[in-house]
């Protein structure tokens, strides 16, 4: 809507109501080109553009003109000059008094007309004359500058300050504005650019920069090189920005065609080249060229948008359209009358306004990126839950299974392990039993013994089944529950001096039982064969290092030489197998006459 405002207005910037204010159109001009002769007075239209009359020489120009009598009786005493482009550099005189100067003539480094120009006049000037008052403008330019003079607004001081700092705020302000917005947002796309390396984002990130030149060029600020390489530096930078915008805004769709992508490459490097060219070689024409190239080249993207548009894919196609039209219509606007000058020509330029969209449309494309990029990153968030709690529920019901399967080959195992113990202890003890059953004369106390000793193997097999925690006192004390009376029965006295054992994890029913079946035989022995009075068993506990558990049964009885055969056939091989399927060492030590005692000794395994 700014943008068809200003169209319509004739790039009149600001405009007020006239009340007071009057635009003044005629003048009478002096030219004088460089190296030719001053041209006679001659009336001309304003705005006077300096590029009509010699657009590849230096020059200068006398402009005269009547500032028509202020209305009596008003109540403004003080009056002023508006002028919405002045110079390159220009003095103003009124009734040949000096009242305003901007720059030296022939001065490169200034140019007065970056911006409206504001001219205040004393009043003794303007109280009581009844004549019109003779204004006179002296000016000189520089080739391709675009200098000259606008239509002068004459009236009171206040309103043409109030007109003044209106364009001054779309013509400067905005530009200074316009410049900071584009580096923040070309910073933005540059760091996406250097994450992502995204063409977009690249793009867009040097078309901001180029664009901020071009509008600090704009903000009314003194340029930091001399004329004309800042000109051509600004015109370069500005073909880089309009062909790079164009790029992006191809970039941004769809799908983008290769073909277009190609063409605005061509487009942007011809343009640059054009810009130079035209600066170093004085060539206004190429300049011109240059400009209509890059109007061409944002006609050339829009297609695309159409395309994007009519297939209702995304709402950012509907904002690049808009963007577009704008776009071109403002280029065509400068190039037509800012450049050429055509109809009613301006110095306002419109493409720093109609570029500044895309700024925001960049914008509004990384929220929505940002936005969709959290919508997906939420959506494989709980695909990922869903996915964890299926492998969590899968792993629970395998846990499950695995466990039961556990449990029941631990069954198994303890069912083969009872199997076997009873084989090997109650069925051994049985087999002999039988045996002595089969003999003609067989002792009953013999028999009885044989009978007694599979019962205690049997209860050592069903005291292996209890629940433990690796408790090994309560294995011991188990083991002296079931003895007791046959050690009383026989008249032997047992010592018991057994610590606190600490619970050891290792303490398995299989251990409990291999070393229940030890004590098991070592008293068996003592009741056979030592004809001892007393029987004492030791258990301790070492905390080392290493940590380990002594266990010692000890007897008074008869002995053996260490030398020769013990009583019992293979009983202490048998402890010493079951000593070592624990990881113990078991050691027999022997005197005639003085006793046995054998020590168990469990190293602890951590």
Known sequence: MLLCCLLCTGGAIGAVPEGGLQTLRSAEAVVRVAGEAPRPAAPVSLPFRWADQAPRQPGGATVTLDLPVPPPGGDDRFYGLLFEALGNQAAVYVDDRLVARWG?????????????????????????????????????????????VSAVRWGPLARVEALEAQERLWRNTLSLVYATGLLLMGGLAAGLWWRQRDPLYGCFGLAAVAGALRNFDQSGLQMPLPWPWWGALVAMSYAVHIALLARFVTLALHRPPPRVLQLLTAILWASVLLAGASFALR???????????????????????????????????????????????????????VRIGLGSASWVPLTPHAMFGFVLILAGMVVE?????????????????????????????AMDAL????????????????????????????????????????????????????????????????????????????????????????????????????????????????????????????????????????????????????????????????????????????????????GATLAVTSTPEHGTTVRLDWPVRR
């Open 283 to 337: 060539q206004p024409l190429m300049w011109t060229a240059a400009l209509a190239l890059l109007c061409a080249g944002g006609i050339v993207s829009l297609p695309g948008v159409v395309r994007e548009v009519v297939a209702g894919r995304r709402p950012t196609a509907y904002a690049l359209l808009v963007a577009g039209v704008l776009a071109i219509a403002a280029g065509l606007h400068d190039l037509l009358r």
């Open 104 to 148: 030296q003539p022939g001065d490169a480094g200034f140019d007065a007309g970056r911006g409206p120009r504001l001219v205040r006049l004393p009043a003794d000037l303007v109280e009581g004359t009844a004549a019109p008052l003779r204004l006179r403008i002296e000016l000189s330019f520089q080739p391709q500058r675009g200098g000259g």
């Open 403 to 582: 466990q039961a399967e556990r449990e029941q080959q631990a069954v198994l195992l303890e069912r083969q392990r009872l199997m076997r113990e009873i084989h090997d202890g109650v069925g051994s003890q049985l087999v002999g039993l039988l045996n002595l059953v089969g003999r003609p004369g067989a002792d009953p106390a013999l028999m009885e013994a044989q009978v007694k000793l599979a019962l205690d193997e049997l209860r050592v097999a069903v005291d292996s089944l209890q629940p433990l925690e690796g408790d090994l006192t309560v294995v011991l004390a188990t083991l002296r529950y079931r003895l007791q009376p046959r050690l009383e029965a026989a008249g032997l006295t047992l010592e018991w001096e057994v610590d606190s054992l600490p619970p050891r994890a290792d303490v398995t029913p299989q251990t409990a039982m291999q070393i229940q079946r030890i004590l098991l035989e070592g008293f068996t022995n003592v009741l056979r064969h030592a004809q001892a009075r007393r029987i004492r068993l030791e258990a301790h506990w070492h905390a080392g290092p290493p940590e380990r558990m002594e266990i010692v049964l000890a007897d008074d009885g008869r002995g053996f030489a260490a030398d020769g055969p013990p009583a019992g056939g293979q009983g202490l091989a048998s402890m010493r197998s079951r000593a070592a399927a624990i």
């Open 369 to 397: 990126r940002y936005s969709r990029s959290v919508r997906e990153y939420r959506d494989l968030a709980r695909s990922l839950d869903a996915r964890v709690a299926e492998r969590e529920r899968q792993l629970t019901a």
